[in-house]
């Protein structure tokens, strides 16, 4: 079956950076997109962008570009977010989730990981 | 960017009744919207895509419908687990967007 497994929550100071994982199973990875949605404490969601697993060629968001990258390690069938310089206004739980097939870059999110949140504070 | 607009914000309904929200976008997203269930703690999970087809396992309960600019979710006799928080997205155009939710209560 497919999953998709975060890493856990993690507590940072302003101005630390952070790395959040993804690891997929149950599915070949190269074959979907995997895109990443925020949603900051009692918010809705937000679109942060997306990753095209066979090339890893990202596209971000407006407001997600310069502190937000994505990458991949394909030989363990991972994504990656990475955030440098956090902010207060940073914290929220941040999901990866799989591309359901479609036009390129313009999905629905068929899997989601459960979830990681980030928690910036001093 | 296209804004999608939910209603109602909040339906309070009791198990065994008919629940139905609208989606409503700022343009014309043709049949490209897609519905989400998320109860508290829990990651999103995707209901019907591309309007009206229902996603892998869920049940005959949930249905969708529309297009162009107006969208409708039906859940026709609600269970005791489909309380919580429905979201429409849309994937004509970047950025992706979604709706603020409609929260389904116990009345």
């Known amino acids: 079956q497919v999953q998709l497994v975060q890493s856990g929550s993690e507590l940072k100071k302003p101005g630390a950076s952070v790395k959040v994982s993804c690891k997929a199973s149950g599915y070949t990875f190269t074959n979907y997109a995997m895109t990443w949605v925020r949603q900051a404490p009692g918010q809705g969601l937000e679109w942060m962008g997306w990753?095209?697993?066979?090339?890893?060629?990202?596209t971000y968001a407006q407001g997600f570009t310069g502190r937000f990258v994505f990458s991949l390690d394909t030989s363990v069938s991972t994504a990656y977010l990475q955030i440098s310089s956090l902010k207060a206004e940073d914290t929220a739980v941040y999901y990866c989730?799989?591309?359901?097939?479609?036009?390129?870059?313009?999905?629905?999110?068929?899997?989601w990981g459960q979830g990681t949140l980030v928690t910036v504070s001093s | 960017e296209i804004v999608l607009t939910q209603s109602p914000a909040t339906l309070s309904l009791s198990p065994g009744e008919r629940a139905t929200l609208s989606c409503r976008a700022s343009q014309s997203v043709s049949s490209y919207l897609a519905w989400y269930q998320q109860k508290p703690g829990q990651a999103p999970r995707l209901l019907i895509y591309?309007?009206?087809n229902r996603a892998t396992g869920i049940p005959a309960r949930f249905s969708g419908s529309g297009s162009g600019t107006d969208f409708t979710l039906v859940i026709s006799s609600l269970e005791p687990e489909d309380f919580a928080v429905y979201y429409c997205?849309?994937?004509?155009?970047?950025?992706?967007?979604f709706g603020p939710g409609t929260k389904v209560d116990v009345k």
């Open positions: 997205q849309q994937r004509s155009n970047w950025p992706l967007t």
């Open positions: 591309d309007a009206s």
């Open positions: 990753i095209n697993t066979n090339t890893g060629n990202p």
């Open positions: 989730a799989r591309g359901h097939p479609g036009i390129a870059g313009k999905y629905s999110f068929d899997y």
